[in-house]
Nanobody, 116 residues
Framework: QVQLVESGGGLVQPGGSLRLSCAAS????????MSWYRQAPGKERALVAT????????NYADSVKGRFTISRDNGKNTVYLQMNSLKPEDTAVYYC?????????WGKGTLVTVSS
């Protein structure tokens, strides 16, 4: 059983920062790549960032490159998303994802609202 629990969302002004966390209840967490997705109102869920199992490789959507940083702490079974220079268009529910054995596992999401 895989459980993913996101936290750290909230209301922030444009230009501000937030750090999201995803705590994973997952055996051998360090074996798996992890991802963050987001779903804005009225839009499909979209990939934001991915990180390899060891943390040495990361990839980002063009819309967040240079502003967001994904990282992980395998000792704590946690993956993070540091979000800087936030824009209103970053408003969305952010989801943590793990693919294991061809199955996608999702958390319930955390809402990020960027507004003045």
């Amino acid at each position: 059983q895989v459980q993913l629990v996101e936290s750290g969302g909230g209301l922030v002004q444009p230009g501000g920062s937030l750090r999201l966390s995803c705590a994973a209840s997952l055996l051998s967490f360090s074996w798996y790549g992890m991802s963050w997705y987001r779903q804005a109102p009225g839009k499909e869920r979209a990939l934001v960032a991915t990180i390899s199992s060891g943390g040495g490789s990361t990839n980002y959507a063009d819309s967040v490159k240079g502003r967001f940083t994904i990282s992980r702490d395998n000792g704590k079974n946690t993956v993070y998303l540091q979000m800087n220079s936030l824009k209103p268009e970053d408003t969305a529910v952010y989801y943590c994802n793990c693919r294991r054995g061809g199955v996608d596992y999702w958390g319930k999401g955390t809402l990020v609202t960027v507004s003045s």
